[in-house]
């Protein structure tokens, strides 16, 4: 089976806000045997929706739409899909009930303009929404699907994964796609091609390098009638790559490097301190977004004025004077003193010019220093 997706909003189209909900729907069709044809955005205009939408129907078998089922007067999903099916609309009594005990158990009186999400054609059935007034509409007819849900991804999404993808997952056919991806960090993407060079080329599994932030990612992809079965055909080839790039690899799939430094460090039983002068906390606010952080990271400390690197940690003042705040010296000096104070396992300073503005010609923006003291071993 095939796909489209539709985010609707004028607001998506004006860069008021990011289209997250097309990306992670896109990451869900796969395992259904779904392939994703074609994502669109469209604004807020009945014409341009039945356009697209008439035009997605042409080649997908199931179109997805997420938005627009608001109860204003530029909430024009149902409307569109109406016109599409040439069916006519009529307000459903018992969800008008509904939505009024919706608004009741708030202490509200529901407008009037909420009637318009009770409306059904009689190709659809409601989604029931118990995570906002919006309902969904899932409609079927001449062998095409046009599922509606909202756009706020807190009632998107699981709607999705309680509703929407255990009844795909019934009636979608052909092949499953899964997918494995492998992270790896210090080797440059040219030799993971050449070590690798035996598995580029395939078509099933196929082999996907990718150049990102974080290092170089290795995507597997296979297909096959069964998930059961793709898996088979995907593990010779992980297993493979694993054996050759181990000791670069830093992860899987969703992992994040933070996540993964994090199952390091809680396995080992290490704890870990932080002396950052340079990122405002984002370093540290990564630590802790990860599950158990308390276990492992014991102090943490953002500073920005040389004085308080002076008075706080006692940076010597003929250091920062003769070096500068961002300078190898002032970083080794940072990270031996919070050593010093903080009796982690390991201690880590960091020091730079973050910009966008400032810097000079011998300390230009995006220059950092990072001190990692662990034992008697520092690493700058």
């Known amino acids: 089976m095939k796909a489209d997706i539709l985010s609707i909003g004028h607001e998506l189209l004006m860069g008021e806000l990011t289209d997250s909900n097309a990306a992670w729907i896109a990451t869900r069709l796969p ?17 341009r929706l039945v356009e ?4 997605a129907l042409s080649r997908s078998d199931i179109i997805i739409t997420t938005g627009g089922l608001g109860p204003t007067q530029d909430d024009l999903t149902r409307e569109a899909v109406a016109a599409v099916f040439q069916e006519i609309p009529k307000v459903q009594p018992e969800i008008v009930e509904q939505l009024e005990r919706y608004f009741e158990s708030r202490g509200q009186v529901m407008p009037q303009t909420n009637i318009k999400q009770a409306q059904l054609i009689p190709s659809a059935h409601f989604i029931p929404n118990k995570y906002g007034t919006a309902p969904g509409w899932w409609s079927e007819k001449n062998d095409k699907i046009i599922i509606n849900l909202p756009g706020p991804p807190g009632e998107m999404k699981p709607l999705w994964l309680e509703q929407i993808e255990p009844d795909l997952k019934q009636k ?62 995907l593990k010779p080839m992980e297993e493979s790559i694993t054996s050759q790039l181990l000791e670069y690899i830093w992860g899987y ?44 990271f014991t102090l943490g400390l953002i500073t920005y004025s040389n004085q308080s690197k ?21 970083c080794l000096s940072m990270v031996k003193n919070l050593s010093l104070i903080s009796k982690t396992h390991i201690s880590v300073s960091i020091t730079g ?6 810097g000079t010609k011998r300390k230009p923006v995006g220059l950092v220093y990072i001190g990692v003291k662990k034992g008697k071993k520092i690493l700058i």
């Open 310 to 330: 002076i008075n706080i940690l006692k940076v010597e003042r003929n250091i920062i004077v003769k070096h500068g705040a961002v300078s190898y010296e002032t």
């Open 353 to 358: 010019v973050a910009g966008p503005k400032g």
């Open 172 to 233: 979608a056919t052909g092949e499953i796609t899964v997918t494995r991806t492998i992270k790896t960090l210090g080797m440059s993407e040219g030799r993971i091609d050449e070590i690798l060079t035996e598995h580029f080329g395939q078509t099933n599994p196929y082999l996907g390098i990718y150049s990102k932030q974080d290092g170089i990612h290795l995507r597997i992809i296979s297909r096959a009638p069964n998930e059961s079965e793709a898996l088979q055909l």
């Open 253 to 296: 799939d969703t992992d994040t490097p933070a996540e993964s430094c994090g199952k390091l460090l809680t396995a080992q039983d290490l704890t870990v301190s932080l002396w950052d002068t340079c990122t405002g906390g984002m370093l540290a606010s990564s630590i802790t977004a990860i599950r158990g952080s308390s276990k492992i």
């Open 52 to 55: 697209t939408l008439s035009l």
């Open 31 to 47: 395992r259904l045997g779904i392939s994703l044809n074609q994502i669109s955005i469209v604004g807020d205009d009945i014409n």
